[in-house]
């Protein structure tokens, strides 16, 4: 496995791989793998991953410095715009090749709020902060108060605004699909531009959300397989703990503790396996696990901090796990679904060209396995990548009583240096540059009699505080070591178990497993 950082570096390779320069750098669609490893690239959904593209490199540039090519930075700026390109100041589809010739995008308001504010933040662009507040107006006209969107109302404005998704009001007349997800979104623009009607409006869909998406004993109010939204229905719990975070609304917060413990602990299994429609078994999501693993993150900070164990876990065997970190091979074909792509590179694509769009890719969704059978998806990458970003950021985080060390991932900066390594136990070494209170946090399923720490060398006992190791200012080498039990768990997905055998919270192997691209060894 690479380290957390060398992932999210490849990631960003591939976002990179995934822009078409023969399409103004459009982002692909994914690249769909068959079994004998014929690929071929498919469009679609563009606006969404323009949005996409750019939360996800902007953070990662932010984080480690990865640098965007200035020529794929102008194209894909301009696609930006050309998503704007309406009276309305909505963002809208775009096609294949970067025209702007579609309705209302009622998916990606989340990832263009995200783009705005983080074009915004880390490049000054004056065209995204009026763009975002326009579009934050925009929105607030058209969302009614019940949670339908005022589409006739559009239509005097823009008549090729598209039509009112049936399935949507049928099913979730409150939609965590079209603007549920957006609270994170409105959230984030608040944060970086003091837009008072972001705030406004983000609290308005919050009190809509709370009442209406979650319940107070945790449990989700939706028939399970019903074609909700995975991602959207955990983005709207993420914007829900934003906004309590930013007007302090406790009772928001102690909210998404109570859903997270129930329905979301509940729906994704240990090894991370989720499906993109809430309660299916089938189309597994790398994504919905990253945002599962980033919640955790948010609530630790309030004191939920039993949920990072099954954050680490996630992020290691499902997420990082997932990611394709060799080229596979990849040779070009017309596999499973090639009639339904938008457009398909099938024949045009060398295999070297294919490998590129695929290395780096984190899982996608999985229609083959649930725990292998890759379909590299551009917007599930992207995905990953943001929640990833997050946790490096967070590995090592300033609190007011000290430096605490949320996750166990090799990680470095001005202040400290963390190094992991695993055998039959695992030993995190902690090298302090700057002399400060240390909280290091220790897994709750390891048993507590494998704790061992030194201190500059020098044995020490274990002071828990809470779920993690204390040591007082003063000591420059810190070593925790703790032991990785082994064990076999039986995990049922669509009427078939699978015997995974754990060493710690990483899977060593799974039987039966995947015949292509699996994540993990397969198990004697």
Not at 27 to 55: E, Q, T
Not at 135 to 143: A, H, T, Y
Request: proline letters at 5%; one cysteine or more; glycine letters at 10%.
């Amino acid at each position: 496995m690479l380290t957390i950082r060398q992932s999210m570096e490849l990631a960003g390779e591939n976002l990179l791989a995934n822009l078409a320069p023969d399409h103004n750098y459009m982002p692909y669609w994914s690249l769909w793998i068959d079994a004998d490893l014929r690929a071929f690239s498919k469009a679609g959904g563009a606006a969404h991953n323009v949005g996409r593209w750019w939360d996800a490199m902007l953070r990662l540039e932010a984080c480690t410095g990865f640098a965007i090519p200035p020529q794929c930075e102008a194209a894909m700026l301009q696609n930006l715009r050309r998503c704007f390109d309406n009276p309305l100041d909505l963002c809208r589809h775009l096609d294949a090749e970067g025209g702007a010739d579609g309705g209302f995008d009622n998916h990606s308001p989340r990832e263009m709020l995200l783009t705005l504010s983080g074009l915004w933040r880390w490049r000054r662009n004056r065209w995204a902060l009026d763009q975002g507040r326009r579009f934050v107006r925009s929105l607030d006209r058209f969302i009614r108060d019940d949670g339908r969107l005022a589409w006739e109302e559009m239509r005097r404005g823009w008549p090729q605004v598209g039509q009112e998704p049936a399935k949507e009001i049928q099913s979730f007349p409150v939609s965590v699909r079209i603007h549920g997800r957006a609270i994170e979104g409105l959230s984030e623009f608040y944060r970086v531009s003091g837009d008072g009607a972001a705030l406004e409006l983000a609290d308005r869909l919050a009190r809509l959300h709370f009442a209406h998406s979650t319940r107070a004993d945790g449990t989700a109010p939706f028939v399970p397989d019903h074609g909700l939204h995975t991602h959207s229905f955990l983005n709207t719990l993420r914007g829900l703990l934003r906004v309590g975070e930013q007007t302090r609304q406790q009772h928001y917060i102690e909210r998404v503790a109570a859903m997270y413990r129930v329905a979301v602990c509940g729906m994704v299994r240990e090894s991370g396996f989720i499906s993109h429609d809430w309660g299916s078994e089938l189309k597994g999501d790398t994504a919905s696990a990253g945002d599962a693993a980033q919640i955790a993150l948010w609530l630790g900070r309030h004191g939920y901090s039993e949920f990072l164990d099954a954050a680490q876990r996630w992020i290691r065997v499902r997420v990082l796990g997932s990611q394709l970190t060799t080229s596979p091979g990849l040779m070009p074909g017309r596999g499973e679904g090639a009639a339904t792509a938008a457009k398909s590179s099938s024949g045009a694509d060398s295999g070297a060209a294919l490998d590129r769009r695929a290395l780096g890719a984190y899982g996608g969704i999985l229609r083959h396995h649930p725990h292998g059978g890759i379909i590299p998806t551009t917007d599930v990458t992207a995905a990953d990548l943001h929640t990833l970003c997050d946790i490096y950021a967070h590995i090592a985080e300033r609190t007011a009583a000290g430096l605490r060390l949320n996750f166990h991932f090799d990680y470095a900066d001005e202040a400290v240096r963390i190094d992991c390594e695993d055998g039959e136990s695992r030993t995190v070494s902690v090298a302090l540059q700057v002399p400060q209170n240390l909280f290091v946090r220790v897994p709750r399923w390891t048993p507590s009699d494998s704790v061992e720490m030194r201190v500059d060398g020098t044995a020490r006992g274990v002071q828990m505080l809470g779920d993690f190791a204390f040591v007082p200012a003063g000591p420059a080498e810190i070593v925790l070591r703790y032991g990785l039990p082994r064990r076999q768990v039986v995990e049922s997905t669509d009427g078939v178990d699978y015997h995974f055998t754990w060493r710690g919270d990483d899977i060593a192997g799974v039987k039966p497993n995947a015949d292509f691209l699996e994540f993990y060894p397969t198990s004697p």
